[in-house]
């Protein structure tokens, strides 16, 4: 079993009410999202910094479970 805990922080930038508004307009799914945010999208344009792994902001820590994936030798990488 993999644990593992991660705090990574995000700073965002500041928008006008139209600019988070537009935004909305073009992602309302971001609504959903945690700090209505799609960094995946056009929401990285609100993020000023991020202190941390992205893929943990967005839900999964890939790198950390890529890294004990290969230390637990359940996969190897792979170059041709």
Do not use: F
């Amino acid at each position: 079993v993999w644990s593992y805990v991660e705090t990574p922080s995000v700073q965002m930038r500041k928008v006008t009410k139209i600019e988070a508004l537009s935004y909305l307009q073009m992602e309302p799914e971001a609504l959903y999202c945690c700090g209505s945010c799609k960094l995946e999208g056009t929401g990285c344009y609100l993020v000023h910094s991020i202190d941390g792994d992205p893929y943990t902001i967005q839900g999964l820590p890939v790198n950390a479970l890529i890294n004990w994936l290969m230390e637990e030798k359940h996969v190897e990488l792979v170059v041709s």
